[in-house]
Nanobody, 123 residues
Framework: VQLQASGGGLVQAGGSLRLSCATS????????MGWFRQAPGKEREFVAA????????WHSDSVKGRFSISRDNAKNTVYLEMSSLKPEDTAVYYC?????????????????WGQGTLVTVSS
C-alpha cells in the first residue's frame, strides 16, 4: 500500500495550494480518507476527512471555510484545496486511509499513512 502526497510548497499568506494524495495497493473506494498536519514541535492534528463515497466531509474548526477535502474514486486520489493560507498553517501535511465503519478525526483510526508534504506559509 502506498499513499503519495504532493503539492506542498512555499506560499505567501493569503495564497492557495492544492494537495493531492495518490494511492495504490488498496481498494480506494472502501476507505475513508483524511488529511492531518504536524507543525514543528507539535502533535499531529486532524485537518479534514471524507467518507468512502464523498458524501460526508469534516473539517477542523481552524480550517473550516478555507480548506476543502474532496476525492476522485476513479483516480484513487484525495485532494485538499487550501485557500486564504495563514502562517499558522505551516506544517507537514499527511494523507491517511481508514477502513473503519465511520469516517474519523482520530489518528489512531487510520490504517495507512503517506509520507507527508511540506507546506510553508510566509507572512
Amino acid at each position: 500500500v502506498q499513499l503519495q502526497a504532493s503539492g506542498g510548497g512555499l506560499v505567501q499568506a493569503g495564497g492557495s495550494l492544492r494537495l493531492s494524495c495518490a494511492t495504490s495497493g488498496l481498494i480506494f473506494s472502501i476507505y475513508h480518507m483524511g488529511w492531518f498536519r504536524q507543525a514543528p514541535g507539535k502533535e499531529r492534528e486532524f485537518v479534514a476527512a471524507i467518507n468512502r463515497g464523498g458524501s460526508i466531509k469534516w473539517h477542523s474548526d481552524s480550517v473550516k471555510g478555507r480548506f476543502s477535502i474532496s476525492r476522485d474514486n476513479a483516480k484513487n486520489t484525495v485532494y485538499l484545496e487550501m485557500s486564504s493560507l495563514k502562517p499558522e498553517d505551516t506544517a507537514v501535511y499527511y494523507c491517511a486511509a481508514d477502513s473503519g465503519l465511520d469516517v474519523s478525526t482520530r489518528t489512531r483510526e487510520y490504517d495507512y499513512w503517506g509520507q507527508g508534504t511540506l507546506v510553508t506559509v510566509s507572512s
